[in-house]
Structure formats: structure tokens, C-alpha cells
């Protein structure tokens, strides 16, 4: 009865260090295989056990400024390091188009710049359920100083405030809960009626409907049965 558009939908989700945004993610690829997770390029060293092409496309500093040149990202950013970090746009619109959706697992400032392009991508922000709990996950990674971990601590309360550039917030206190919320967001964000491309009403439904009209517009006098 009603056809909806099939162009995928941009997701959008970020969160604040130790939000477990990752893994929130992993998980709901794992329940769809129409949801992509777009890989970014990056001009940084690959790490031990990184995959090019699956954990990032690793491009050297001059690779990756000739593609800013061609306009070749939805947005990019140089990062403390003097790294790049940058989404792709080609691979995107291709995904998008074929009906996939397409998640960008990005910061706040990346965001702010996608959706100034595409004003009806869905902006999910991961929040932790406690700050008590974000300095636990950083001091059980343990791979910090107490230096760091009050920097990391930092940066994840300044994330928290940029919740309001975001179309829906959800706390991770449980992956399996918070997966099922951001799938309730998304099933949502497809019924919506600006989606809607044709409506067909059934030939059963047309008679119905033309027979109220003509009850409707009926002027014949109405007769009375005086028995």
C-alpha cells in the first residue's frame, strides 16, 4: 500500500571516550547485513595488526592531500599527531544509493561538517551511564599514566556538551539494550511520511471509499417512512 523511498539513510554515531561506541556498533553490523560501517582513510602508520581496507585505507600524507584537492571527502580533519583522518564520498553515495545504510563512526567536529551536507543524516551520540564509570574503562585499559587518564577524563566531559548537535542520545549501560535502541531509532527514521514515494489504495478500498464520497454528496430528498 505504501512505498517508501529506497535510498539508504547516513548514521552518524559518535560518543564520548570509553562510551563502548565500538562495540555498540560491531554488534548491530552483526545483526543486519544491510547496515554498513564506512572505512576511513587515514595518513597515520598502520598499527600491528591493522588491515588495509578493513581497519582504515592507509594512504601516505601526499596521497591523502591530493585527495582533499579532488574533493574527494565528506570531511576530513589533522588531528594532535599531524595525522589525517578523512570519510570517503564516492563509496558513501554509492552505498546509499544501492539502499544500503551506511554508519560513520566519527567525532562531534566531523559531524557538524556531514550534516551541514546532508541535513537528514540520522546523528546518534553513545554516552556512558556514568562519568565514574568512564574513569573505571580508561584505568582498566591500563595503558595509561594518571596524566593521561585525567586528559582522556577531560576530553569525554567536554564530548558529553556536544550531545545537543546530535538528533538522539543513548547510554550504553548494556550492549544489548542499546542496540535495541538504536534499531527502535532506525526502523523510526524509515516510517517517517517524508519518506513515503506513492501511496496505492486497492480496488477494494476504492469502492469503499468512492461509495462514502457518494453517501457523502448525496442530495436526493430523504425519505421518510410514516408506517
Known amino acids: 500500500m505504501i512505498d517508501y523511498k529506497k535510498k539508504g539513510d547516513l548514521i552518524i554515531i559518535s560518543g564520548t571516550t570509553c562510551a563502548g561506541k565500538g562495540t555498540v556498533i560491531k554488534k548491530l553490523l552483526s545483526n543486519h ?58 563509496e558513501i553515495i554509492e552505498q546509499l544509493d544501492s539502499g544500503k545504510d551506511v554508519i560513520l563512526e566519527i567525532d562531534v567536529q566531523g559531524a557538524k561538517q556531514i550534516k551541514k551536507l546532508f541535513p537528514n543524516t540520522i546523528l546518534i551520540f553513545i554516552m556512558p551511564p556514568s562519568m565514574e564509570e568512564v574513569k573505571r574503562r580508561i ?63 486497492e480496488n477494494e478500498e476504492e469502492i469503499i471509499h468512492e461509495f462514502l464520497i457518494d453517501k457523502e454528496f448525496d442530495n436526493s430528498p430523504i425519505k421518510i417512512d410514516e408506517n
Open 33 to 90: 547485513n544491510d547496515i554498513i560501517l564506512s572505512i576511513s582513510y587515514t595518513s597515520r602508520e598502520k598499527r600491528d595488526g591493522e588491515i588495509n581496507g578493513v581497519n582504515y585505507y592507509f594512504v601516505t600524507p601526499e596521497e591523502f592531500e591530493e585527495k582533499i584537492k579532488n574533493n574527494d571527502f565528506l570531511e576530513y580533519a589533522k588531528v594532535q599527531y599531524g595525522a589525517y583522518y578523512g570519510t570517503p564520498k564516492a
Open 139 to 201: 584505568k582498566l585499559r591500563g595503558k595509561e599514566n594518571n596524566e593521561q587518564i585525567l586528559a582522556r577524563f577531560k576530553v569525554a566531559y567536554n564530548e558529553i556538551n556536544e550531545y545537543n548537535e546530535y538528533n538522539y542520545v543513548v547510554i550504553n549501560d548494556d550492549v544489548e539494550t542499546a542496540v535495541n535502541k538504536i534499531e527502535a531509532i532506525l526502523t523510526s527514521e524509515k516510517l517517517r511520511v517524508d519518506r513515503i514515494e506513492a501511496l496505492h489504495v
